[in-house]
């Protein structure tokens, strides 16, 4: 403990002044304010359905990208959220790690706003995390996105500064974003990816390019962009903390991405020979449920198996809520320490949503074949989340419409059945093409099975757990 708490107060000290200002933005405070605000109230406001939990939005100079990030911070005008999460890239130092800003705030010229230093301790001990001063004292990624969320937001927030660089191993972006959304279950957070997109290209180069790089980023497939980028098919500066940053909303169970707007610099250089690309993105989660609706068909799956382990039946509940009474598909997955110990659900049911929970949890925790049936020892240590079909499998025509992470999967071929849940290839940092092999496997098919003859049908689910 006293390791740690040196540690701590090594890494977090002192105010992050502004690098760029004057540069990237106006550095006088009422002139920083003024155009901040008229390219906000310029900005379109869309209709997103869902709450918006993530941004994609650019970090150039405001002269070039300004209004494309005007467009991301519209989208969450007004709104309040304790904790403000940016991702930003390295430009200046070869950062070869995940970084938390070792300050205890940044200061812009509308402000200082203080870094939440405990939920970065929080990253640090659980191992996803370092601090490397040298990567902060003079980058600008994180910095230019600070002025738009001082006008925009509502309140007072904190923030979590963090520049994604080169870790040698996907994964470790997923890990990162596993530990992340760890930290930020209960609070109301926002979460920033920080990019721009192709660089210095001639005009036609560079619209190509960014066509491309803005589909695969609203496919929302981190390891086909991370794999695409290093192969060339794909360019932008943030690929790490875009790459991070999707699957982190993965695992905070978004529910869509929705594109807000495209610019380059050639209109307002001149110059179309060595054009810089800029895009805007909100990602957003749909709420099915309320809280309190989660916490009982949480209960309601705990207490039936625990009904189970003490031989007596399953309890029963005068359920008025017509939303608990709806007639959904149902998984219940039950984890150990971080590893799978039961899954098992219904593609379609035809009874309450709550008595289906109840079924598939019994069913999680004493009928999958890959496990023993669960043991009164291990009641305790059991995690229970529950995926909910928002809707029903529907077949494609293709394996390519398959978005690993967005959609759950089913292969049928020659009488053999398996599904994967959204969250499996995400969960593995599979590509498409290895989540089919490894479903070819799991439904009792040689590897290359999906390749011919195989018929697929997806779905979508909305996920919580305890």
Avoid at 64 to 92: I, M
Avoid at 95 to 107: E, G
Avoid at 118 to 139: C, N, S
């Amino acid at each position: 403990m006293m390791k740690f708490l040196i540690l701590s107060a090594i890494a977090f000290s002192g105010v992050r002044p502004p690098a760029v200002s004057n540069m990237f933005y106006p550095g006088d405070s009422a002139v920083l304010y003024d155009s901040v605000r008229k390219m906000l109230n310029d900005a379109a406001q869309h209709e997103i359905y869902g709450n918006i939990i993530a941004l994609i939005a650019p970090h150039a100079g405001y002269r070039y990208s300004g209004s494309v990030a005007a467009e991301a911070f519209k989208q969450v005008y007004g709104k309040h959220y304790d904790v403000v999460v940016v991702l930003g890239v390295a430009h200046r130092y070869p950062l070869r790690t995940i970084s938390v800003a070792p300050y205890t705030a940044y200061r812009t010229p509308l402000g200082t706003i203080p870094v939440d230093t405990a939920l970065a301790e929080q990253l640090i001990a659980d191992g996803v995390v370092d601090t490397v001063r040298q990567a902060h004292v003079k980058e600008h990624s994180i910095e230019v996105e600070l002025p738009f969320l001082q006008v925009a937001l509502n309140g007072d927030f904190k923030l979590l500064p963090i520049i994604v660089g080169y870790t040698g191993e996907i994964c470790r972006y997923r890990d990162f974003a596993d530990a992340l959304a760890r930290a930020l279950k209960g609070k109301n957070y926002l979460i920033i990816m920080s990019t721009d997109l192709s660089h210095y290209h001639d005009i036609r180069t560079c619209e190509r390019l960014d066509k491309v790089t803005i589909d695969a980023i609203a496919s929302m497939d981190p390891v086909e962009l991370y794999r695409g980028y290093f192969d060339k098919k794909y360019e932008l500066c943030g690929i790490f903390p875009v790459t991070a940053g999707l699957f982190l909303v993965h695992k905070l169970g978004t529910s869509g991405i929705e594109f807000l707007k495209y610019y380059n610099s050639a209109p307002t250089t001149g110059d179309s020979s060595r054009v810089v690309g800029y895009t805007a993105f909100a990602v957003y989660r749909n709420e099915l449920l309320t809280q309190a609706e989660r916490q009982f068909l949480l209960k309601v799956a705990r207490e039936a198996i625990l009904a189970k382990l003490n031989g007596k039946p399953l309890p029963n509940y005068d359920v008025k809520d017509q939303k608990l009474l709806e007639k959904r598909g149902v998984f219940v997955t039950l984890t150990e320490n971080g590893e799978l110990r039961g899954c098992i659900g219904r593609h379609v049911s035809n009874e309450p949503l709550w008595r289906t929970v109840q079924e598939m949890a019994v069913a999680a925790a004493f009928e999958d074949p890959r496990f023993r049936p669960l043991q009164k020892s291990e009641f305790d240590k059991i995690k229970i989340e529950v995926s909910i079909y928002t809707t029903p499998p529907r077949p494609i025509e293709t394996y390519k419409k398959y978005i690993p992470g967005l959609h759950g999967i089913i292969l049928s071929k020659a009488g053999h059945h398996a599904t994967y849940l959204p969250e499996v290839p995400i969960d593995q940092c599979w590509t498409r093409e290895q989540t089919l092999s490894h479903l070819s496997i799991k439904a009792g098919l040689p590897p290359d099975a999906w390749r011919e003859g195989a018929r697929f049908m997806v779905y979508t689910t909305y996920k919580f757990s305890e």
